[in-house]
T-cell receptor, first 115, second 112 residues
Framework: ETGVTQTPRHLVMGMTNKKSLKCEQHLGHNAMYWYKQSAKKPLELMFVYNFKEQTENNSVPSRFSPECPNSSHLFLHLHTLQPEDSALYLC??????????????FGQGTRLTVV | DQQVKQNSPSLSVQEGRISILNCDYTNSMFDYFLWYKKYPAEGPTFLISISSIKDKNEDGRFTVFLNKSAKHLSLHIVPSQPGDSAVYFCATVETGANNLFFGTGTRLTVIP
């Protein structure tokens, strides 16, 4: 496989469930990201990992918990979500080089529905 | 408050004509600008970018124009093709930061 792969593609979960989203990048990049896209809203950055270290957490509620075990894998653990958390969750990766911005490559996203 | 705005949610253009997608931003610290294209059920894919030191960047049928004084950029596609039908997102970033700010997207429909 090439690029950025996200699983599952679709997820329906109850508010009391615990689930995880998985992202894997095959590009050798050193930075990975979680974005959220809600209907009719801009893409929102949730978390950034550089060299497996979390460098940004954009005021995301604690019911979203990221994990980056290595530079190729990124997880988003979900628990006790709310219906308003239903959205498309996108993973992305990029090769960061001394602060010079590099284009992000996105996965296909996980469409999450909280019931 | 949105830092990147795409005020046209949709645009329809005849095949062969020019498509012009617009984007406005508010933060003068942004110095790198990108356009992403998104097909249904796929993640956004990078299309073209421009640095703030330039006012134009061209790649085949795609040209991005930057007007820093107006904090405005646009994407021109010419000639438009039916395969260009997608949602186009404008994004900006301040060099040294990881946070890409995206607009809400413009859905382009190219009519054969």
């Amino acid at each position: 496989e090439t690029g950025v792969t996200q699983t599952p593609r679709h997820l329906v979960m109850g508010m009391t469930n615990k689930k995880s989203l998985k992202c894997e990048q095959h590009l050798g990049h050193n930075a990975m990201y979680w974005y959220k896209q809600s209907a009719k809203k801009p893409l929102e950055l949730m978390f950034v990992y550089n060299f497996k270290e979390q460098t940004e957490n954009n005021s995301v509620p604690s019911r979203f918990s990221p994990e980056c075990p290595n530079s190729s894998h990124l997880f988003l653990h979900l628990h006790t979500l709310q219906p308003e958390d239903s959205a498309l969750y996108l993973c992305a990766s990029s090769q960061e080089d001394r602060g010079r911005y590099a284009e992000a490559f996105f996965g296909q996203g996980t469409r999450l529905t909280v019931v | 408050d949105q830092q990147v705005k795409q005020n046209s949610p949709s645009l329809s253009v005849q095949e062969g004509r020019i498509s012009i997608l617009n984007c406005d931003y508010t933060n003068s610290m942004f110095d790198y600008f990108l356009w992403y294209k998104k097909y249904p059920a796929e993640g956004p894919t990078f299309l073209i970018s421009i640095s703030s030191i330039k006012d134009k960047n061209e790649d085949g049928r795609f040209t991005v124009f930057l007007n820093k004084s107006a904090k405005h950029l646009s994407l021109h596609i010419v000639p438009s093709q039916p395969g260009d039908s997608a949602v186009y997102f404008c994004a900006t970033v301040e060099t040294g930061a990881n946070n890409l700010f995206f607009g809400t997207g413009t859905r382009l429909t190219v009519i054969p």
